[in-house]
């Protein structure tokens, strides 16, 4: 098997709204020894407005962003897709990907017309090296160091763990750098916990995680978690009706005899509680790393032991009653897709693309630009039609009809211009107050250059949207 280790620097949080703008990736062998590598940058799209914050954290200007020398974000994405799909089957692995660095490149392949869910398709697998790295420091604690912060939490940042550690830490909030760090920590795990490491491997399997909490009455679950420990006994009861890979467990730490006194409206109301719900969602296709739980300490699974948690598992499971309560609890809290005006937040709940369509992106690809728009116009699937548009707009506009570049431009200028109410991304009134509050929180010496992005970011106004469109075509 080979692994494929990522990383992603983006222009904020925002999984749907925000773009990827640096890139960084590693194919090894199966002893994890590279074997090629990837990076990439694009151009600041011209309907994106980065988060201030984020460009202080990773020190970039925008006069980088938006130079006419980066390759265009369409470019960016193209160029990731073919290697990482050259490198396939592998297993593709990040640190804390799962939730971001999947999600950026889940919505870049989307917009940009490209197989959506390429790590978990196609013999391809993922996994998050964030909880093996927690699962390391509780099962085999001498392997590596882990920070603890003032409350005695375990600090898992990927930059601390480093530094605790001692590897080439670099610069921070590299793409590369991060995929370099991300590589040592499982060469660690690999050469100082085996056992682990391949545990980690089978659970990249969805049968092998499938099979094993089917048979296990109980057992141990790596995730974050509330307090000091980072490993929960679960059990398992049911499934989701919307996703069949979302299994829901119940977390026995909870007073199991309180939730069964609770009515259906009392447990509803404790299952959807945010941090302390009892249920846990365990993706089966997410690679969770899970355990036996005769491989915990009698201190990971205090007040109750082995023994009692697993017949307390046992017992649950054949208490059909209590478990229909709780997977009718459960499924209160499943994630739905509303209709949206927005594309970008269409990327799921909107059904799967016709094999025509996909031929016909696999062709739009392939063509030169001026057939492309007919390509784009001819998708059945309404969402891919008006982004394989809006990747005309972006690389050749001179090929749209007029008024069809007019309704484009008008597009970013609402993006950028926000106005009343509220928008699910960054706005450029949003950023110029996100700066003020940075300047006024700031020490002196970091005002000049807050300042300065103060000026760069005004320059992003709506009255260069055509000159900014137009550039992608250079």
């Known amino acids: 098997m080979s692994f494929v280790i990522y990383d992603v620097e983006t222009t904020g949080l925002n999984t749907r709204f925000d773009q990827i703008l640096h890139f960084g990736a590693v194919r090894t062998d199966e002893t994890l020894a590279p074997t090629a590598t990837i990076e990439a940058r694009s151009r600041l799209l011209p309907y994106v407005v980065p988060s201030p914050k984020a460009l202080v954290l990773t020190g970039t200007s925008l006069k980088d962003l938006t130079s006419p020398l980066r390759p265009s974000h369409y470019a960016m994405v193209c ?281 016909a992106c696999r062709h739009f690809h392939q063509s030169p630009w001026e057939m492309r728009l007919d390509i784009a116009l001819g998708l059945a699937d309404p969402r891919f039609r008006r982004l394989g548009k809006r990747l005309v707009y972006l690389e050749r506009p001179d090929l749209l009809r007029p008024d069809d570049r007019v309704a484009f431009d008008a597009e970013v200028v609402r993006r950028l211009r926000g106005g009343d109410g509220d928008f699910p991304w960054m706005t450029l009134p949003q950023a110029l107050a996100e700066i003020e509050e940075l300047i006024a929180a700031a020490p002196e010496q970091e005002h000049e250059r807050l300042r300065a992005l103060r000026e760069e970011t005004g320059r992003l106004a709506p009255d260069q949207v055509g000159k900014r469109a137009g550039a992608e075509m250079n």
């Open 79 to 359: 160029e990731i897709q073919r290697a990482l799909a050259e490198w396939s089957p592998a297993l593709f692995l990040g640190y804390n990907s799962i939730h971001f660095d999947e999600e950026f490149l889940r919505q870049a392949f989307y917009q940009c017309l490209h197989p959506t869910f390429l790590t978990n398709t196609n013999a391809n697998a993922r996994a998050d090296i964030l909880n093996l790295m927690r699962a390391v420091s509780c099962l085999r604690p001498g392997v590596l160091q882990v920070p603890r912060d003032a409350d005695g939490r375990q600090v898992f940042r990927l930059s601390n763990l480093a530094m605790a550690n001692e590897l080439a830490v670099g610069s921070a909030h590299h793409a590369m750098r991060d995929v370099e760090l991300t590589l040592q920590l499982c060469q660690r795990v690999r050469e100082g916990a085996p056992d682990i490491w391949s545990s980690f491997m089978r659970f990249a399997s969805k049968p092998a995680v499938l099979a094993f909490i089917r048979e296990e009455p109980a057992f141990g679950y790596f995730d974050k978690f509330e307090g000091t420990r980072s490993v929960r006994p679960l059990t398992r009861i049911g499934i989701s009706p919307v996703d069949a890979n979302v299994h829901y467990c119940l977390d026995l730490t909870h007073d199991v005899d309180a939730l069964r006194r609770l009515t259906d409206d009392q447990l509803g109301e404790i299952v959807r509680a945010r941090f302390t719900s009892p249920i846990r969602r365990l993706k089966v296709n997410a690679s969770p790393f899970v355990c036996p739980l005769w491989e915990l300490s009698d201190a990971d699974l205090e007040p109750a032991n082995e023994g009692e948690l697993m017949r307390l598992g046992q017992r649950i499971q054949f208490d059909d009653e209590f478990v229909g309560r709780l997977a009718a609890a459960a499924r209160t809290t499943d994630r739905t897709y509303p209709p949206s005006e927005h594309v970008e937040l269409q990327i799921y709940g909107t059904g799967w693309p016709s094999d025509e369509d996909v031929a």
